[in-house]
C-alpha cells in the first residue's frame, strides 16, 4: 500500500494530463479507432496524440509518423496494434519518456507458443525502461470523473461509487448500460488483462485509495500473488468493502479462463477459504456482484441480521419471509410498543406482524410514510425491507374517476411519484438502518424509479434483495467483530 494515491502505478494511467494513440485511423472498423472515438466521446480534456505512418489527420486530430515527433512526452500511451509490432512501439515510448502504457494488442502469454515469448520481451522492454503496463490482452481504464474511457464501447451514464478490476475487458464495457439501468456506475473501471505487469492487486490499491470508490468488484479467473491478494485485502476491507466474482473454481471455467488470459485458476474451496480469511465477499453470479455492491456502497451498516418487511399482499409478503430465512436472516417479531403504533394504520384485512401486512389500504401515504417510520424505529429490527406496488396505471385511473382530464393526470403522477419517493428518501437520509426494496413490476415503473433514482435499492423479486442483505450484515458483522466468518 502507498500513503497517497499518487503514489499507485495507475494513478497516471486513470488520470492523464495527455495521451498517444498507436492504432487509430479514420477507418470507422478498426479496433483503435473505435477506441480513440470513446475516448473523444468521453470529453477528455487533454491532448490527444494520434501515432499513423500514413495520415495527416486521424479523427480531426493532428497525427505524427513516429511518437519521437511529439511536441510533448505524453502522461499515457494506449497501443492498438497488431502483436508483431507492439513491442516495437513499447520501445519507441521507452525512448520518448513514456513511463506508462496500456497494451491492448492481443496474441500474447494467452495463446501460448511465441505469444509467450513475445510477452516476455514485453516485459523486459518495460522493465528496461522503467515503463508500468496495463495489459496486454485488455481493454485499459474507465473513469467518467477524469472524463476518460480508452474501452471499446462509450459510456454514456454517470460516474458512479463502484471500482472495478477485471481480467476480462467485457466484464467492463458490457455493464455499462445494465448499471446505469440501476442508477449506478463505476468510478474507476481498470480491464487488467494478462496481468504482464500491473494486476488485480495493483487496481486494489488503487480503488482503495480513491476518493470516488466506495465499494471495489473484481472479476477474478485466477490470481497469481495469493498471499499480497490477502495482505491487501484484509488492509481495505475494513474501510472499504471488496466483493468478488471468482469462475475458475469449475474445470470449465479453468479451462475458459486460461484460454482467455492466460490465468491459472484454482480449485473453489482455496478461493473460498482466501476469501473468507481476508474478509473478501464471494459473489456467485454477476448479477450477484453488482447487487451486492450496491447495497454495500450506498447503505448504513446493519447492526444484525434482523428484518422487518412491509408489504401490500400476503404473497410478496411470504415470498420474502422465505427468502430472507434461506438467505440466512432473521425476522423478529414485533414489539407490543410498535404494534400498538402501526394498528391505526393497518386494515382488518391485514396484519401487523412480520411481514406486515396493507392489504387493501388505500392511503399511499401510510404506506410510503406513516408505517416504514414507526418500523424503522423498531428496536426489534435492524432493517427494513419493502414490496412496491404502485403501478402507474392504477394511479392514473384514479385520477381520470376524479374527473382530471388527461394532460392534468400526465401533470399530475409525477408529482405523486416525487412525493412519495422523497418520503421514503428522506427517511432513509435521517436514519440509521438500512431501507431495501423488492418488485415485481418493472424498474422501469416510474415510482420504481423515482426511488432508485433517490438512493433506494429496489430488486426485482425477493430472492435478489434478501441475498444482498445478506452481503451487507456479513461485511457489517466482519468488521464489528474484526474475526473471519
Known amino acids: 500500500m502507498f500513503n497517497s494515491i499518487e503514489e499507485s502505478p495507475l494513478y497516471q494511467i486513470a488520470n492523464p494530463g495527455s495521451i498517444v494513440f498507436f492504432g487509430a485511423s479514420n477507418s470507422i472498423?478498426?479496433?483503435?479507432?473505435?477506441?480513440?472515438?470513446s475516448l473523444q466521446t468521453a470529453g477528455f480534456e487533454g491532448a490527444i496524440y494520434p501515432v499513423h505512418l500514413k495520415e495527416k489527420m486521424v479523427l480531426d486530430l493532428k497525427a505524427y509518423r513516429s511518437v519521437l515527433d511529439l511536441p510533448e512526452v505524453p502522461d499515457l500511451a494506449v497501443i492498438v496494434l497488431p502483436t508483431k509490432i507492439v513491442n516495437q512501439a513499447l520501445e519507441e515510448c521507452g525512448r520518448k519518456g513514456i513511463r506508462k502504457v496500456v497494451i491492448v494488442s492481443g496474441g500474447f502469454k494467452e495463446v501460448g507458443g511465441n505469444g509467450v515469448a513475445l510477452e516476455e520481451d514485453l516485459k523486459e522492454i518495460a522493465g528496461r525502461y522503467g515503463i508500468r503496463v496495463l495489459g496486454p490482452n485488455c481493454l485499459g481504464v474507465a473513469n467518467l470523473h477524469h472524463k476518460l474511457n480508452t474501452t471499446f464501447i462509450p459510456y454514456e451514464g454517470t460516474p458512479g461509487f463502484i471500482g472495478l478490476a477485471s481480467q476480462s475487458g467485457s466484464f467492463v464495457t458490457q455493464l455499462f448500460d445494465y448499471l446505469s439501468k440501476l442508477g449506478l456506475g463505476f468510478s474507476t473501471a481498470f480491464s487488467v488483462g494478462n496481468e504482464a505487469d500491473i494486476d488485480l492487486i495493483d487496481s486494489m490499491e488503487y480503488l482503495a485509495a480513491c476518493p470516488n470508490t466506495r465499494v471495489i468488484a473484481l472479476y477474478i479467473e485466477g490470481i497469481r500473488r495469493g498471499r499480497a491478494f490477502m495482505e491487501t485485502a484484509r488492509l481495505i476491507v475494513p474501510h472499504k468493502p471488496i466483493v468478488a466474482f471468482y469462475v475458475g473454481g469449475s474445470e470449465?471455467?479453468?479451462?475458459?479462463?486460461?484460454?482467455?488470459?492466460?490465468?491459472?485458476?484454482?480449485?473453489?474451496?482455496?478461493?473460498n477459504g482466501m476469501f473468507r480469511q481476508s474478509g473478501v465477499i464471494r459473489a456467485k453470479s454477476i448479477t450477484e456482484l453488482f447487487d451486492f455492491c450496491w447495497v454495500l456502497g450506498s447503505l448504513p451498516r446493519p447492526r444484525g441480521p434482523r428484518v422487518v418487511i412491509q408489504t401490500h399482499?400476503?404473497?410478496?409478503?411470504?415470498?420474502?419471509?422465505?427468502?430472507?430465512?434461506?438467505a440466512g436472516l432473521e425476522l423478529p417479531a414485533l414489539s407490543d410498543e410498535t404494534v400498538e403504533k402501526l394498528?391505526?394504520?393497518?386494515?382488518?384485512?391485514?396484519?401487523?406482524?412480520?411481514?406486515?401486512?396493507?392489504?387493501?389500504?388505500k392511503n399511499p401515504d401510510d404506506f410510503y410514510s406513516n408505517i416504514p417510520q414507526i418500523l424503522i424505529k423498531e428496536k426489534r429490527a435492524d432493517m427494513l425491507l419493502i414490496y412496491f406496488l404502485t403501478p402507474a396505471q392504477v394511479v392514473k385511473r384514479t385520477l381520470k374517476q376524479m374527473g382530471l382530464s388527461e394532460e392534468e393526470i400526465m401533470d399530475q403522477i409525477p408529482k405523486f411519484t416525487?412525493?412519495?419517493?422523497?418520503?421514503?428518501?428522506?427517511?432513509?437520509?435521517?436514519?440509521?438502518?438500512?431501507?431495501?426494496?423488492?418488485?415485481?413490476?418493472?424498474?422501469?415503473?416510474?415510482?420504481?424509479?423515482?426511488?432508485?433514482?433517490?438512493?433506494?435499492?429496489?430488486?426485482?423479486g425477493p430472492e435478489r434483495a434478501a441475498r444482498a442483505i445478506a452481503a451487507l450484515v456479513k461485511y457489517a458483522r466482519f468488521n464489528t467483530r474484526k474475526l473471519y466468518w
Do not use: W
Not at 399482499?313 to 434461506?326: E, F, H, K, L, V
Not at 394498528?343 to 389500504?361: A, M, R, W
Open 29 to 37: 472498423t478498426a479496433m483503435g479507432t473505435n477506441l480513440l472515438m
Open 252 to 271: 470449465t471455467g479453468r479451462r475458459a479462463g486460461f484460454s482467455h488470459t492466460g490465468a491459472l485458476a484454482g480449485p473453489d474451496d482455496l478461493y
Open 313 to 326: 399482499s400476503g404473497g410478496p409478503g411470504a415470498a420474502a419471509a422465505d427468502s430472507c430465512g434461506r
Open 343 to 361: 394498528t391505526p394504520f393497518v386494515p382488518h384485512t391485514g396484519s401487523v406482524n412480520n411481514p406486515v401486512d396493507l392489504t387493501f389500504s
Open 418 to 460: 416525487d412525493h412519495q419517493c422523497s418520503s421514503l428518501a428522506r427517511l432513509l437520509e435521517t436514519a440509521d438502518k438500512p431501507i431495501i426494496g423488492y418488485t415485481f413490476r418493472s424498474l422501469e415503473e416510474p415510482s420504481v424509479r423515482g426511488l432508485i433514482d433517490r438512493g433506494i435499492p429496489v430488486f426485482p
